[in-house]
């Protein structure tokens, strides 16, 4: 059975850890700094309403290109 995610930083490790990349790769995909995919997987602070939007569509764009199992959560 798995672990279903629950809190956003748990999403971005999950995003990251089944596409193999590191923050900073998934930064550069987002277009935004290292620091800020740190922050989120921290629960440091949690993404603007257009920087979100933009997280889920490359996680949607992931999923149809078949490099993403959809997530629930």
Known sequence: MTKKIKTFPELVKEVRRQLGISQEELAHKLGVSFTTINR??????????????????????????????????
């Not at 629960?43 to 490099?67: D, H, I, Y």
């Open 40 to 73: 989120w997987e921290n629960g440091k602070t949690t993404p603007f309403k257009l920087a979100r939007a933009q997280f889920n569509s490359f996680c949607e764009k992931m999923v149809e290109e078949g490099k993403l199992k959809r997530l629930g959560g």
